[in-house]
């Protein structure tokens, strides 16, 4: 897969209402600036700019061939059961990603308007 240049962004339309936009970046006319153009965005407006930034990354992860937070990479049908997480002692034998020895981040929102 071509890695392209992409950025989230979350702006605040309406007061309280915080939409996450995935843009990809564009050929300027000036060296000085970046310029990008919108790939997808939130249709439905959430109430805290945390919760829209999560799912921008989430939503990102799929854009990128992943699978987005919390969610197994394949489609579970009706009566199949979601398949049990490797063991921690398991996961340590295996040898590292090619693409990233670091595990993925975590990211922890307090509901707290400064943060």
């Known amino acids: 897969m071509a890695l392209r240049d992409l950025a989230l962004t979350v702006l605040e339309l309406e007061p309280f209402e915080f939409h996450w936009v995935l843009m990809e970046a564009v050929q300027a006319d000036s060296e000085e600036c ?3 153009r919108p790939v997808d965005s939130s249709t439905k407006g ?5 919760e829209a930034l999560i799912q921008g990354a989430s939503a990102l992860r799929v854009l990128q061939g992943l699978a987005p937070f919390g969610k197994p990479m394949a489609a579970i049908g009706i009566g199949e059961v979601e398949p049990e997480p490797e063991p921690a002692s398991r996961l340590a034998d295996l040898p ?3 693409e990233s020895s670091e595990p ?5 929102t307090t509901g707290h308007s400064l943060l």
């Open 46 to 50: 959430l109430p805290d700019y945390s």
């Open 34 to 36: 970046l310029v990008y």
């Open 96 to 98: 590292p990603s090619r």
């Open 104 to 108: 993925d981040s975590c990211m922890l």
